[in-house]
């Protein structure tokens, strides 16, 4: 596709559930990053990958979250035994090379609800 | 630490107004970029301009205008004659240039609605 795509639009899981977040970037951007929104906390980054690789997960909110990109392609991301302060919608992003002044184009996001 | 202030939560306009949301920003590194994201109702954010820290020239894109100030740490966004396809949550970001792997940092948005 054109775009950055994600899937699912939207998912509603119960707590303690796990759930699995999918992001295609566009074809050829080595660079993608994972970001949420939140109503209280409005956009905050969580982690990014160059390739294949995630060097700093400093921004992941606790350990329950993970992230992996394979064939600096697809990624995705996992939240584990999932909380109710999860609920937000996850924003995939890719560029073309890892520099700040890329644009960095976004997809639709995944909108997470935790009952 | 970098921080990316929109102070203006919520704006109404009426049509053809002009309107200008602004953004000041915190940083102590003098090399940077700034940014404004436009997101519509569909939820997707959508580039509108990028800046880097040692160009002060406004600019204008039709009925877009940006304001750079370094020295009030401000890029400020103007839409002239506003329509009511204007109206979403427009976003303000700072990224670092001098860090690898560094993200967007953004301020909290701000909602524009415009009506006929």
Do not use: M
């Not at chain 1, 977040?21 to 109503?39: E, F, K, N, V």
């Not at chain 2, 921080?3 to 049509?15: D, G, M, N």
Request: aromatic share 12%; with cysteine.
């Amino acid at each position: 596709g054109a775009g950055v795509s994600q899937s699912p639009s939207n998912k509603v899981t119960e707590k303690g559930k796990d759930v699995e977040l999918r992001c295609d970037p566009i074809s050829g951007h080595t660079a993608l990053y994972w970001y949420r929104q939140s109503l209280g906390q409005g956009l905050e980054f969580l982690i990014y990958f160059q390739g294949n690789s995630a060097p700093d997960k400093s921004g992941l909110p606790s350990d329950r979250f993970s992230a992996e990109r394979t064939g600096g392609s697809v990624s995705t991301l996992t939240i584990q035994r999932t909380q109710q302060e999860d609920s937000a919608v996850y924003l995939c992003a890719s560029s073309l090379e890892l520099l700040p002044y890329n644009e960095q184009f976004f997809g639709p996001g995944t909108r997470l609800t935790v009952l | 630490a970098q921080k990316v202030t929109q102070a203006q939560t919520e704006i109404s306009v009426v049509e053809k107004e002009d309107v200008t949301l602004d953004c000041v920003y915190e940083t102590r590194d003098t090399t940077y970029y700034l940014f404004w994201y436009k997101q519509p109702p569909s939820g997707e954010l959508v580039f509108l301009i990028r800046r880097n820290s040692f160009d002060e020239q406004n600019e204008i894109s039709g009925r877009y205008s940006w304001n750079f100030q370094k020295s009030t740490s401000s890029f400020n966004f103007t839409i002239t004659a506003s329509q009511v396809v204007d109206s979403a949550v427009y976003f303000c970001a700072l990224i670092l240039a001098n860090q690898a792997g560094t993200a967007l940092i953004f301020g909290k948005g701000t909602t524009l609605s415009v009506s006929s």
